[in-house]
Structure formats: C-alpha cells, structure tokens
C-alpha cells in the first residue's frame, strides 16, 4: 500500500467516523449548524478558485446566502415533517416557498451588488461566478438537507449515514484500484489521473457497499423499505453519479490550474475536495427516494 493511499484511508475512516457520530448523536441544531458550517467553508474554497483563475466575486454574499439557503430549507422542511397531519395544501407550499424566497433573494441582491462597482472590467464573469457558486455548493449540498428532514430525522440519518458511505467507498475504491491496477485514462483532459480501471473498481466498492449496508439493517433504510433490485440500483447510480461530481470538481480545478481546493484534509485536499462527489449523489438520492421509494 503507498503512503498516498494509506493516508487517503486514514483521512476516510476519521472523516466518516466523526460525520456518523455528529449525524447521529447531534440534535436538530446541532445538524443545522454541522451543515451551514460544512457549506460555508466549501462556498470559501470555491472562491477561492474563482481567486486563482482570476475571476471576481461577491464571496461573502455567496457564503451567507448560500447559510439562508440550508437555514430556511431545515425549518421549512421541519415545521412540515413536525406537523404534517395538520397541515393543508396551501400551508405547505407557503412553507416550501421560504426556500426558494431566499433564492430569488440571492439572486438580486448579488445582481444590484455590482451597480456601485465603477472600476469592474468583468461584471457579468462576477455575477455570474457568484452565483454559480451557489448554485455549485450549498444548492446542491442542501439535498442533504432534505435527505436529513424530509421523511423525519432518524430515517434522515440514516439515510445520509448511506449516502456518504456508497459515495465515499466509490472514491476509495477508485483510487484503490486506479493506483495500484490504473492503466487506460479516463479523463484526461479533465483529470489525468483517473483511469477507467479505477472508474470501475470505484462502482464494484459501490455496489458492495450499498449492499452491505441493507444486508446489515435489514433491507431498511430507517422506515423506508429498499429491496433488492432498488439497493442494485442505488448503488450502481450512486458510484456513477458520484464519479461524475468528482469529474465536475476537477474540471473546476483544472481552469483555476489548482490540483486540491484546499489543504485541511490530508490525502483529500480541501472540504470540497471531500464534498465534491456528494453534490450530485445527494440530489440524485433524494429523487430516487422521492420518485421510488416514497
């Protein structure tokens, strides 16, 4: 085993091992302030390759709207999931629509920013980098938001808990196998190191991770019911999906000429270096879910 791949695994096993406590021992505050603190410092990094591409940006504008966002999606969410017996129709899409008031205020608020902005030579490259990192980090990571709340916190849980073991054993699998086996490049445009051998190994980890985890609860993800064919499913869209997140992250770090988003983690870089493949794996969960498994 090289010493890249041993200090890879070291950082996995803790990282899981501290979000699995955190996810399952913290109250709903308590996963609020995990998640708002999470997206903050994964909306910073990707500023910062804004920085290193020389892109202008409203980073701190992007931070706090993107903080909103997740807050008025977790009470929203909350306050449907707490009472839902007694709600009507139209008490509920007033709820949901608390989400989408805060988009459409981030929105105008990062667009009238730049009207005072004489000396600004870029103006539509910084709206719309704002937004797109937004719309990049905490939009898409606010699914795990709803994966958390939407069918009440302890199936949430344990529904994240899933997310992120599937997601992040195709990552390991991944370099697992690319590092010791890799030989035909996936990529390499985009990312020069990842091949298809480890593309593979990355969906087989995932596949037998999904897998484990029903055989170990039963074929139950909290109260939801998954079976068999939906758990082949599940894993097999998760390791792809989660492949393609990765994709999309360095592709963003190839423009901004930067191999990590950040050096916090060792082995993995930076928050969205280790987030990276959850930004599509966790809308395509919930959808699933929703579409599915309901």
């Not at 770090?253 to 959850?278: E, H, V």
Request: proline share 3%; with cysteine.
């Amino acid at each position: 085993m090289t010493n890249a791949l041993r200090q890879r695994l070291t950082s996995a096993v803790l990282i899981f091992s501290l979000f699995s406590a955190a996810v399952v021992w913290l109250p709903t505050m308590g996963v609020w302030a995990v998640l708002v603190v999470i997206s903050a410092l994964a909306s910073l990094e990707f500023y910062n390759l804004l920085d290193r591409a020389g892109i202008p940006s409203f980073r701190a504008l992007g931070v706090i709207g993107g903080s909103a966002l997740i807050t008025a999606a977790v009470f929203s969410i909350r306050r449907i999931s707490a009472s839902a017996d007694d709600m009507d129709l139209s008490t509920v899409l007033k709820t949901y629509d608390w989400e989408w008031f805060v988009l459409f205020g981030i929105v105008m608020v990062i667009s009238l920013r730049q009207f005072p902005q004489k000396h600004n030579d870029k103006p539509l490259a910084t709206i719309a980098c704002t937004l797109l990192g937004v719309l990049y980090v905490p939009f898409l990571f606010n699914f795990v938001t709803k994966l958390l709340f939407a069918w009440g916190l302890a199936t949430g849980k344990l529904l994240v808990l899933y997310l992120v073991l599937v997601v992040k054993f195709t990552d390991v699998g991944a370099f697992a196998v690319g590092s010791l086996f890799g030989r035909h490049k996936l990529l390499p445009r985009i990312s020069p190191k990842k091949t298809w051998e480890g593309c593979i190994g990355g969906i087989i980890a995932a596949l037998l991770a999904s897998g484990v985890f029903l055989w170990v609860s039963d074929g139950k993800i909290g109260a939801i019911a998954v079976g068999r064919p939906h758990m082949l499913v599940l894993g097999l869209m998760l390791g792809i999906v989660g492949t393609l997140g990765d994709l999309v992250e360095s592709l963003l770090k190839r423009a901004a000429n930067t191999k990590d988003s950040g050096s916090l983690i060792p082995g993995f870089g930076g928050i969205l270096d280790i987030l990276d493949s959850l930004l599509l794996s966790a809308p395509a969960l919930y959808i699933y879910a929703r579409l599915f498994l309901w």
